[in-house]
């Protein structure tokens, strides 16, 4: 039995479903595929992903194939609850709802496990997590599973190196196709679609501290930079502070950014990057919100702690008064701003990854035998069909290499 707040707002979310679908072809062509071949006859696959329309059109695709298809959110604010109903009534099984509770997520997650899945399809480890800790049982059931999100990689190549990984998951996060892309483009662009419409503010003129640069932060910065502000990079790497400095940006720490920004983005992985420290020092009126997968980044906590008063100034914005009479601001309770304040990455990005996911899913479900329990790559071959995939529903061409050219770049003499 589904776990959904109302069945009566399927068409709702059945509009929004067809709407990701006329702009998601590469999805499309894999649908028609998928029908005509039948891949995942008789297998049952379990997707904790980010419960909006695209999520939605990835399950459908998947369920089109022949799998038995149960679905869950993987942030309880991302959840549209629309969109779960129509998946509901389409069939398939759903236990996610809006602003659910810890108790009611870990439920939802626990149920969409219920169903013995052979393959996973997991958005940060929540999946894996349980297979692993609480769900132990269901681990023979297991063929292997793919992980969308940098942070879900984290999390098993820390498994795998303790020798604790139970099967092998496919890193679709690290193939081309999705952090050229998806990290970059979609991150750069959902996150401001998030801020700007929850704030309703200038991004111009403002000072901007991005946190972490990575591919994720690298088109966070880009899209400020074009919005007109100035931007401030933190970055622990070397490397990628020394190509923020290179691609134009204000390199400092954390430390020094505190006492400068308007607003302030987070997207690291990691824990506590804005804290008590910075919170002493920031300006009256700024703005704080994260794009990390989970609400660790920017240490609530301490804020709460902090406030001598709180307030909600808008929709999806929490005001902190301190004690010296500053407001700080935090969107979406520090949960991912671009899914929790928005409707997350634009359709023709996620179509590119969640192509990769599908493919992955059928190449786990072909090779699991012999992956072995460890984080997999996606393997050339589905990264560039992808890429082809993509060039094509554009009309584009690309020229190849004659028989000559090949020989000529594998000679050495």
């Known amino acids: 039995m589904n776990k959904i707040r109302n069945i009566e707002l399927a068409e709702s979310g059945k509009q929004k479903i067809e709407w990701v679908k006329k702009n998601m072809p590469l999805l499309r062509s894999l649908e028609e595929e998928f029908i005509e071949t039948k891949p995942f006859e008789g297998v049952r696959i379990s997707v904790s992903v980010h419960l909006e329309a695209k999520t939605a059109y990835l399950s459908k695709v998947l369920a089109s194939g022949g799998a038995e298809v149960s679905v869950t959110g993987s942030n309880p604010l991302s959840t549209q609850d629309d969109v779960a109903a129509a998946l509901a009534k389409d069939g398939l099984m759903v236990y996610a709802w809006y602003n659910a509770t810890d108790e009611e997520f870990e439920e939802h997650l626990n149920l969409a496990l ?103 932060g690298k088109g966070i910065a880009m899209r400020a930079k074009g919005f007109g502000a100035s931007v401030m990079v933190c970055e622990i790497d070397p490397i990628k502070a020394a190509e923020a400095v290179m691609d134009g940006f204000k390199v400092m720490t954390m430390d020094e950014a505190s006492t400068l920004g308007d607003i302030f983005i987070t997207v690291t992985g990691c824990n506590r990057v804005i804290h008590k420290e910075h919170y002493m020092k920031m300006k009256d009126g700024a703005i704080l919100c994260n794009a990390g997968h989970f609400d660790v980044e920017i240490s609530v906590p301490e804020l709460e702690k902090m406030a001598c008063e709180k307030r909600v100034q808008r929709k999806n914005i929490m005001g902190y008064k301190m004690e010296d009479g500053r407001w700080i601001n935090l969107l979406a309770e520090g949960r991912l701003v671009n899914l929790a304040a928005g409707d997350g990455h634009p359709a023709e990005i996620m179509d590119m990854s969640f192509a990769l996911q599908a493919l992955s899913a059928q190449y786990v479900l072909s090779n699991y035998m012999d992956l072995g329990n460890r984080v997999v790559d996606v393997p050339e071959e589905i990264d560039k069909r992808v890429a082809l995939m993509k060039l094509k529903s554009w009309g584009i061409t690309i020229d190849q290499l004659t028989y000559e050219q090949k020989k000529y770049l594998e000679s050495w003499c």
């Open 114 to 216: 219920g169903y013995k899945p052979n393959i996973i399809i997991d958005d940060g480890g929540d999946l894996v997590h349980l297979l692993h800790t609480k769900k132990k049982e269901l681990l023979p059931h297991i063929m292997g599973g793919c992980e969308e999100t940098t942070t879900g990689i984290l999390r098993l190549k820390a498994m795998e190196k303790e020798g604790e990984l139970k099967f092998p998951m496919v890193a679709v996060n690290n193939a081309y196709c999705k952090y050229l892309f998806d990290n970059r483009y979609g991150t750069g662009q959902s996150v401001w679609d998030g801020i700007n419409r929850t704030t309703n503010l200038i991004v111009a003129g403002k000072d901007v501290v991005v946190v972490g640069y990575g591919w994720c």
